[in-house]
């Protein structure tokens, strides 16, 4: 080592004292070949020790910016087991929240699944930085046997839950059943549940002319998709969906 702390004190830099700048004027004094690598590897320690630091500060600064994540969906329904009926965040709703903010960090996300035949399935969130760290977070459930679910559809549907939640974990987020948009107003806006949005799609469907019955829908009704219509319009929605397409599509 004491090699080494010569070779750095005699190839110090006029400018910022970095360990490339230490190699490259130790390749333009003909360093032996041992002193260059211990230089490439203090350069690699050093530029890992610069990326988990700009992790770290970018993720610091997104999470100040991300609000809480809000419960937008409902579950609800009966089985064998008894009644299922919870909240939860869609993973679009999260990603509208989060996606922006962590881009303008310079944070972006992905997943790695695996499926393997008689295992659970297991989700990994990678959470990556442009100056080159990362950081993951991985969780495993069983597939979701529930309703009348295909062997595929159990997967998607625990693949979702599994993403959600480690992104949730890898970001630190946290969420609420309101907001203060509907915590300022006394009309329900809870959405349908998806056996209901599964039941207005299909009655869209039978209209004359599908699209244009779900573009006249959305407006009237001013939401983006039929997953949005709060569940105190269900009934109304489903009666004018009923009714004859010459009297209303949809009235």
Request: a neutral charge; hydrophobic letters at 35%; charged letters at 25%.
């Amino acid at each position: 080592m004491s090699e080494l702390k010569a070779m750095e004190q005699s190839l110090v830099p006029a400018g910022p004292l970095t360990p490339m700048a230490i190699l490259d004027r130790a390749v333009e004094r003909g360093a032996t070949p041992e002193i260059l690598e211990k230089l490439m590897a203090l350069q690699e320690r050093w530029r890992a020790t610069q990326a988990k630091q700009g992790f770290d500060e970018a993720m610091a600064a997104a999470k100040a910016e991300i609000p809480v994540i809000f419960k937008n969906r409902t579950v609800d329904f009966t089985s064998a087991k008894g009644r299922t009926n919870y909240r939860h965040e869609d993973m679009a709703g999260i990603a509208r929240q989060v996606d922006p903010i962590l881009a303008k960090h310079g944070l972006s996300y992905r997943y790695r699944t695996s499926s393997v035949p008689n295992e659970p399935v297991t989700v990994t969130c990678i959470v990556s930085h442009r100056d080159g760290h990362s950081e993951e977070n991985t969780l495993s459930a069983g597939r979701d046997d529930t309703g009348n679910k295909n062997s595929i559809q159990q997967i998607g549907s625990t693949v979702t839950y599994l993403q959600r939640y480690t992104l949730k974990a890898a970001l630190g987020l946290s969420a609420s059943t309101d907001d203060d948009a509907r915590g300022a107003t006394t009309i329900d806006a809870t959405p349908i549940t998806e056996a209901q949005d599964d039941e207005i799609k299909k009655l869209i469907g039978a209209r004359s002319n599908p699209g244009a019955a779900l573009e006249k829908f959305l407006s009237i009704f001013k939401i983006e998709s039929t997953s949005d219509l709060p569940a105190s319009e269900f009934e109304r929605a489903k009666s004018a969906l009923q009714k004859p397409a010459k009297k209303a599509e949809p009235a």
